[in-house]
């Protein structure tokens, strides 16, 4: 079966600095993978999408990569804020590139 | 541009009774998701529809649940009879059929069966 999988551990940064967070997949690449952030009480919000046959992704302060080898995404936050606080959902798409398995998502705070 | 509405958004039941939850997708939204979000766990897929047609079910506890769009508009999903475990957020997210592959989700509804 597809899984996706995140650090269910909160990561716990000082603003200002780099939050990195993973997500791990298993057996075969996905055609893209999404990364969503989640507010309390709140639905998720799409953040980014990278594609198998991209290995970075930027968008402003966030960077996504996706390594094929190590069946692995990253998720960057540069010069974190506090209002950065969220859950990050990571998500990857089925054969057909038209579902998505969510991973459990991690929580990031961002102390001021 | 309206997003994704819900409701109730808020629901408190006592298990074996019966619940429906409505959603309206943004408009001209093809594709319509319904998910279930346990606390502390990712959203999982409930169902998928195209239009008024179902792509996907394969994780619908029929025994219990079952959804509709019979417009392909507007959709509602029923759980009965609802049991403790149901306890959750359920998520509407709707998106085109074109290259873009995001997701919009509504606020969801929270159920609470006692």
């Known amino acids: 079966s597809q899984k996706i999988e995140q650090n269910s551990e909160a990561l716990n940064i000082q603003e200002g600095k780099t939050a990195t967070l993973t997500c791990n997949y298993t057996?075969?690449?996905?055609?893209?993978l999404q990364w969503y952030r989640q507010d309390p009480g709140r639905g998720p919000v799409f953040l980014l999408l990278?594609?198998?046959?991209?290995k970075e992704k930027r968008k402003e302060r966030l960077k996504v990569t996706f390594d094929t080898t190590l069946k692995q995404s990253l998720f960057h936050i540069t010069a974190s804020q506090p209002a950065d606080s969220a859950t990050y959902l990571c998500?990857?798409?089925?054969?057909?590139?038209?579902?998505?398995?969510f991973g459990g998502g991690t929580r990031l705070m961002v102390k001021p | 541009e309206a997003g994704v509405a819900q409701s109730p958004r808020y629901k408190i039941i006592e298990k074996r009774q019966s619940v429906a939850f409505w959603c309206n997708p943004i408009?001209?939204?093809?594709?319509l998701y319904w998910y279930q979000q346990i606390l502390g766990q990712g959203p999982k897929l409930l169902i998928q529809?195209?239009?008024?047609?179902?792509?996907?079910d394969s994780q619908l506890p029929k025994d219990r649940f079952s959804a509709e769009r019979l417009k392909g508009v507007d959709s509602t999903l029923k759980i009965q009879p609802a049991k403790l475990e149901d306890s959750a957020v359920y998520l509407c997210?709707?998106?085109?059929?074109?290259?873009?592959?995001?997701?919009?989700f509504g606020p969801g509804t929270r159920l609470l069966v006692l």
């Open positions: 997210a709707s998106s085109s059929t074109g290259g873009d592959k995001t997701q919009y």
């Open positions: 057996n075969y690449s996905p055609a893209y």
């Open positions: 990278i594609r198998e046959n991209e």
């Open positions: 998500a990857r798409a089925n054969n057909a590139g038209n579902m998505l398995t």
């Open positions: 408009s001209g939204h093809a594709t």
């Open positions: 529809f195209q239009n008024n047609g179902v792509v996907d």
